[in-house]
């Protein structure tokens, strides 16, 4: 089966650092996505991307948070200044006829 | 009103029980649903999509009713390896590649 890859699978940074989550989504899809996992809590939407831009954010994608294409196989996650709120499991999805979604990136701010 | 909203759990079975479990869901824009399975600090994986005519695949059977805004998954004959958290997920796009809105999930749990 055809598999979304991410990296790293756990990232620990300090409060108000910058952190990049990584994922190559399958190559003959067109759609992506990111979406966050507190611990103890549900799976929620985050962004979607199609065309090289922002389809659709939630309330959680404020001003810290972007999303890059910058080759064309990679498909990023930024957050600017890291809060103790953002530890979170990240997964990050594509699409076709259904979502695949990545192992996850464990962010732990501290 | 959340979105998706399903009873936690968890749920505790015997080995061969049969276990149903329900999720309804607000948005009646929303378009596809599917249930989700989730292990332990891993990725959800798809275990199927769910139409309103009912679907089964192999021991699992899944059901939308789209005038009450209820979707259900039964489990016939539970094996220990079933043990995970299900998700039920509504998709609110015009297609499959819509964002996912999920439930909280319910943990099952099969003993020997």
């Known amino acids: 089966e055809p598999e979304v890859t991410q990296t790293p699978s756990h990232q620990v940074t300090q409060m108000g650092q910058e952190v990049i989550l990584r994922c190559v989504p399958i190559?003959?899809?067109?759609?992506f996505y990111w979406y966050r996992q507190i611990l103890g809590q549900k799976v929620e939407f985050l962004v979607s991307?199609?065309?090289?831009?922002?389809?659709?954010k939630s309330e959680i994608f404020d001003d810290q948070f972007s999303v890059e294409r910058p080759d064309g196989s990679n498909f990023t996650l930024k957050i600017r200044s890291t809060k103790l709120e953002d530890s979170a499991m990240y997964f990050c999805?594509?699409?076709?006829?259904?979502?695949?979604f990545g192992q996850g990136t464990r962010l732990t701010v501290v | 009103r959340k979105e998706v909203e399903q009873d936690p759990g968890p749920f505790n079975v015997p080995e061969g029980a049969t276990v149903a479990f329900n999720c309804t869901y607000s948005?009646?824009?929303?378009?596809?649903f599917f249930w989700y399975r989730q292990d332990c600090r891993k990725e959800p994986k798809l275990l199927m999509s769910?139409?309103?005519s009912g679907n089964e695949d192999g021991r699992f059977t899944a059901q939308l009713n789209r005038a009450s805004q209820y979707i259900s998954l039964l489990i016939r004959d539970s094996k220990l390896s079933d043990s995970a958290t299900y998700l039920c997920v509504a998709n609110t796009g015009s297609s499959n590649t819509g964002k996912l809105i999920f439930g909280q999930g319910t943990t099952l749990q099969v003993k020997p």
């Open positions: 190559s003959n899809h067109l759609y």
């Open positions: 999805a594509s699409s076709e006829a259904r979502s695949f």
């Open positions: 991307f199609y065309n090289n831009e922002i389809s659709e």
């Open positions: 769910v139409y309103s």
């Open positions: 948005n009646s824009a929303s378009q596809s």
